[in-house]
């Protein structure tokens, strides 16, 4: 994955939880999607910025849903992190355009 706008599915092969990655996109208000966002950094003498990451809850047709266990999103972005990529420094999120996201919250960091 390396292009932006190229959108790649992941599946947990111990649930039906499915989820679309999409790299460096716009994010848009879309509050009947469950919505987690990551930044990647990279250490060079202190963090910096190098990336962005989208990350939409799916039903088995690929289709957006609202309502996910909040755990199991979290642990599939990990993974998606660490075992296909391989990377070590992200800050995961929970957009305020996400249906995970309550009206009285700004933003939600892990």
């Not at 599915?9 to 987690?36: C, G, P, W």
């Not at 979290?74 to 996201?101: G, H, R």
Request: charged share 25%.
């Amino acid at each position: 994955m390396n292009t932006a706008n190229e959108t790649t599915i992941i599946e947990s092969s111990a649930s039906s939880f499915r989820m679309s990655v999409q790299k460096d996109i716009k994010l848009q208000e879309d509050k009947n999607t469950a919505l987690l966002e990551a930044t990647v950094y990279q250490k060079n003498g202190s963090f910096v910025k190098s990336g962005y990451y989208l990350f939409k809850a799916l039903d088995k047709h690929n289709k957006p849903v609202k309502t996910v266990n909040v755990d199991e999103f979290k642990d599939t972005v990990d993974f998606f992190f660490a075992s296909l990529l391989d990377i070590e420094y992200y800050v995961k999120s929970i957009p305020k355009e996400s249906s995970l996201c309550f009206p009285e919250l700004k933003t939600f960091k892990f």
